[in-house]
C-alpha cells in the first residue's frame, strides 16, 4: 500500500514521511525534490522564472509518474506531496484512489514559525505576512485536505504523529475498495462531499450527524433499480431502518398532484420534522424531493445523492426547488438547502448516453462563466466524456469536469444565494435559460432533455451578444464549436415560434417588466435588460425549423 502526505507548507510531510518510509522499509518520494530533480532548478527558481502555472504543470506530471497505488497490505511508498498539488482535481484522482491519504494539520502561526528555520524557501509564503498567508491558503485549501483518510491536528511531536498513522494502517489493512473521497466541503449551503465509491458511506455519515433514526429514501424506479437499492442494502447492513418513497420518472414527477401524494406516503410513515429525506435520481426527481422536503411539516432535513451528471454539476446544488405547470417551468418552488450533498461519480457509470451528453450543455454554460480550463476540458475530451469512454473515467476527466462544475455553482450561489443580485451573483447561472426554458416548455417537457434545451439556449444566447455588441464573433464562434463538437444543439426544433415566445414571457428573470438577459462577453458574462425585442424573435426563430417561424 502507498501513504500520502498532505498538508500545507510547513506541516512536517517531509520528516513524518522519512521517519515512516524508515520503520517500514518502505520508499520515501518527496513531489517537489523529484520535480526539481527532473527540470534541474529548485522551486523558487522554477516559479521566479516560468511562473507558477509552468510549476503545476511540472506538479502535474510528477504524480502522473508515480503510477497506480500498490493494492496489498503492506506499505511500499511514503509520497509527500507539495502543498498545493491537490488543488489540481487531477492530481486529486491520481493520488488518492487506492491510497490511504493523511492530513497532516497545524496551527499557521506555528507553521509559519518553522518555515522561518527551514532551509528551504517557499514561493507562497514569502511575503511580509506568512500567518496571514498561510491562513488564506488552509481556508482555500481545506476541501481538498478534508478528504483524507486520516486527519491529524495540531501534533508537533513526529514520533506520536507516526504512531498515529501506523494505527491507522493497522486499521485499514488491505481494504482497497473503500471508495475515495476527493472532496470535502462545509458551505452554507451544504456539506458537499465529491468522490468515487462513496455514496453508502456518505450518506451513514451524514444520517449520523443528522442523529437520524430512520433512513427515508425519496426515488424514482430508474434510480433505484440503477442505485438506489445497493444504497438500500449498505445502509441496512450498517443497522440502519430504510423506508421507501417512489416518485415517478423525469419530469413527470415535477407536478404538484406528486407532491400531495408523496406527502400523504410520508404522512403515512409518520414522519417527524426531524427525520431527513434521502432523495437518490436525476435533476428532477431532486428538485421535486427538495420541494417535499421544503413544504411537509413546514420544512424537513434532506441529503441529496445526484445519480445523473446534470444533477451532480447543476441542480443538485444551491437550494433551488420546484415543480412545473402547464404555463412554464419550476413556476412553484421554494429556496431549502440540503444539509449534504453526496456527489459520487461512480454512480454515473449506469447513465444513458443521451443524458451524459446532454449534461455538457450545463458544462458550457458553466465554462462560459469563466473557467478556461474547464472549457479546454470540454474541448479536448467532451465528446469521449460524452461517450462513456473508459479512458475518460480512468484518467479523471469525468471527475474533474464534475468537481470544476459543482464548486465553480457553489462559489456562486454563496455570493447570492436567494438570486437578489440583479445583474451579478446567481443570476449569471441563467445563461442559456432563458430561451432553453421556452423551448423545453414548448416540448411539453419530454422532447428535449434539460441540457439539450440549454444548448439550444446558450446558442440563441450567443446570436443575441454578437447582435448588439456584446459578445465577440470570436467568443460566439468558440461556443458554437464546442456545442458542435458536443452534438447539441445541432438540429432545427420543429416547434412554433409563438409558442416558444409565449413560453418565454413566463420566464421568471423578467425584472420591471424586462427580460433579464445573461449574454456572452469575451470571458464572462454581462447582464442585459435592453434587448430590443425584434433581436429576440430573430434568435428564437434561428433555432426552429424554417416551417416553425411565423
Not at 432563458?434 to 411539453?444: F, K, R, Y
Amino acid at each position: 500500500m502507498d501513504i500520502v502526505l498532505v498538508g500545507l507548507p510547513g506541516s512536517g510531510k517531509s520528516v513524518v514521511g522519512k521517519r515512516l518510509a524508515h520503520r517500514h522499509t518502505a520508499t520515501f518520494i518527496d513531489l517537489d525534490e523529484r520535480i526539481e530533480r527532473n527540470d534541474g532548478r529548485p522551486i523558487p527558481t522554477i516559479f521566479a522564472e516560468d511562473g507558477e502555472s509552468a510549476f503545476r504543470r511540472l506538479e502535474r506530471r510528477a504524480v502522473e509518474e508515480l503510477g497506480p497505488a500498490d493494492p496489498d497490505g503492506f506499505l511500499r511508498r511514503v509520497i509527500a506531496t507539495g502543498g498545493g498539488a491537490v488543488v489540481d482535481p487531477r492530481n486529486r484522482w491520481s493520488l488518492y484512489r487506492g491510497r490511504l491519504v493523511v492530513w497532516l494539520d497545524g496551527r499557521p502561526e506555528v507553521l509559519a514559525q518553522r518555515l522561518r528555520r527551514s532551509p528551504h524557501v517557499r514561493p507562497l509564503v514569502t511575503g511580509r505576512d506568512p500567518i496571514g498567508t498561510l491562513r488564506d491558503l488552509a481556508a482555500r485549501r481545506e476541501r481538498y485536505y478534508a478528504a483524507s483518510d486520516v486527519h491529524i491536528a495540531g501534533v508537533a511531536d513526529v514520533a506520536t504523529v507516526v504512531s498515529a498513522v501506523e494505527a491507522h494502517i493497522a486499521e485499514r489493512g488491505s481494504d482497497a475498495d473503500r471508495g475515495t473521497a476527493l472532496l470535502s466541503a462545509e458551505t452554507p449551503i451544504g456539506r458537499i462531499v465529491i468522490g468515487d465509491g462513496i455514496a453508502a458511506a456518505a450518506v451513514d455519515e451524514a444520517l449520523g450527524r443528522l442523529e437520524a433514526r430512520r433512513t427515508i429514501i425519496v426515488s424514482e424506479p430508474g434510480a433505484w433499480d440503477a442505485v438506489g437499492t445497493g444504497i438500500a442494502t449498505a445502509l441496512e447492513e450498517r443497522g440502519r431502518t430504510v423506508e421507501t418513497v417512489l416518485l415517478p420518472e423525469g419530469e413527470a414527477a415535477k407536478r404538484l398532484a406528486v407532491i400531495e401524494t408523496a406527502a400523504s406516503d410520508l404522512a403515512k410513515h409518520h414522519i417527524s420534522r426531524g427525520e431527513p429525506i434521502v432523495a437518490i435520481g436525476g435533476g428532477a426527481l431532486g428538485d421535486t424531493a427538495g420541494f417535499l422536503a421544503a413544504t411537509y411539516l413546514r420544512g424537513i432535513p434532506i441529503v441529496h445523492v445526484p445519480t445523473s451528471l446534470v444533477a451532480q454539476i447543476d441542480s443538485s446544488i444551491g437550494g433551488k426547488t420546484a415543480v412545473d405547470l402547464p404555463e412554464g417551468k419550476n413556476l412553484v418552488g421554494a429556496f431549502h438547502q440540503p444539509s449534504d450533498i453526496v456527489i459520487d461519480v461512480a454512480l454515473l457509470a449506469t447513465l444513458p448516453a443521451r443524458h451524459r451528453r446532454a449534461a455538457l450543455g450545463e458544462a458550457v454554460k458553466m465554462a462560459v462563466l469563466g473557467d478556461e480550463r474547464l472549457f479546454e476540458l470540454l474541448e479536448t475530451r467532451g465528446d469521449a466524456i460524452a461517450g462513456g469512454d473508459s479512458g475518460a473515467i480512468e484518467q479523471g476527466d469525468v471527475a474533474e469536469l464534475v468537481e470544476r462544475c459543482a464548486m465553480a455553482k457553489v462559489d456562486v450561489v454563496l455570493t447570492d444565494e436567494r438570486e437578489r443580485s440583479g445583474s451579478t451573483g446567481r443570476v449569471t447561472l441563467n445563461l442559456g435559460h432563458s430561451l432553453g426554458h421556452a423551448v423545453e416548455a414548448a416540448a411539453g417537457f419530454e422532447a428535449l432533455l434539460h441540457g439539450e434545451a440549454v444548448a439550444y439556449g446558450l446558442r440563441a444566447a450567443s446570436r443575441i451578444g454578437e447582435s448588439i455588441g456584446v459578445t465577440p464573433p470570436e467568443r460566439a464562434a468558440r461556443i458554437g464549436a464546442v456545442l458542435d463538437s458536443l452534438g447539441l444543439a445541432i438540429e432545427p426544433l420543429p416547434f412554433d415560434l409563438d409558442d416558444v415566445l409565449r413560453h418565454l414571457a413566463l420566464d421568471k428573470k423578467h425584472e420591471a417588466g424586462r427580460l433579464r438577459w445573461v449574454l456572452p462577453t469575451a470571458d464572462g458574462v454581462e447582464v442585459r435588460s435592453d434587448v430590443p425585442d425584434e433581436v429576440v424573435v430573430e434568435a428564437a426563430g434561428s433555432l426552429l425549423a424554417a416551417g416553425s417561424a411565423r
